[in-house]
């Protein structure tokens, strides 16, 4: 079976603080994406990455960055966390060919208070 | 990448069969079509995939007009448990790598 496992289900952090969230898959696929997710918003894709140290803007970048420096990790970074960035955060990864399922994870649920 | 139109929300029976449309007026020669549901509080998950015509699978339908210019999945018979977001995307064939983008979605909701 596939698995893409984020390292937090829910997390609480303080305005201002640096969050990292993490995500692994154990597939070696090439692909790996952070969306965030709101009401009435649908998922919003933030980073992608095609390969170890590649990453590629989506379409809400600002507030983030991402790492990649091992294939299975993709690390999404909110530098200075602030309340608007509340939300659920979900990863994905595919095989570099475009014509194949995403696999998502569980989601992290973030909370800046 | 084409952009995507599907209605926000749809009501259905239990046993009902259900069809929800999507629109993608600038599809590619190159782009599949592609649906993913998603239940509350999980990601979302792959359902079905077409080029043209029809394809079917344990889960779903799906057909696509000659002009591809539009696609729709066909739940048959939905229970409780279809209830869910459906998303429709775009996806490249193959090569370069490409960001899936996954819109607001068509939300169903299945009562008795």
């Known amino acids: 079976d596939v698995k893409v496992t984020q390292s937090s289900r829910y997390l609480v952090k303080r305005t201002g603080e640096k969050v990292f969230l993490e995500c692994v898959q154990d597939?070696?696929?090439?692909?790996m994406f952070w969306y965030r997710q709101d009401p009435g918003l649908g998922l919003r894709l933030i980073y992608f990455s095609y390969d170890v140290k590649m990453k590629e803007k989506g379409d809400i970048p600002e507030g983030y960055s991402v790492s990649r420096e091992k294939k299975e990790r993709f690390s999404l970074i909110l530098e200075s966390a602030s309340t608007n960035q509340t939300s659920m955060y979900l990863c994905?990864?595919?095989?570099?060919?475009?014509?194949?399922?995403?696999?998502f994870g569980q989601g992290t649920r973030l909370t800046v208070v | 990448l084409a952009k995507t139109t599907q209605p926000i929300s749809m009501d259905s029976y239990e046993g009902q069969e259900v069809n929800i449309t999507c629109s993608h007026n600038n599809i590619a020669t190159n782009d599949y079509i592609t649906w993913y549901q998603q239940f509350p509080s999980q990601g979302p998950r792959f359902i079905i995939q077409?080029?043209?015509t029809k394809v079917t699978n344990e889960v779903a339908s799906l057909f696509i007009p000659a002009d591809r210019k539009s696609s729709t999945l066909s739940l048959p018979r939905v229970s409780l448990s279809d209830t869910a977001v459906y998303y429709c995307l775009v996806v490249p064939r193959s090569g370069t790598a490409s960001k899936l983008t996954f819109g607001t979605g068509t939300r169903l909701q299945v009562t008795l």
């Open positions: 597939m070696d696929h090439e692909n």
């Open positions: 077409g080029y043209k």
């Open positions: 994905a990864s595919s095989p570099l060919a475009g014509v194949t399922e995403a696999f």
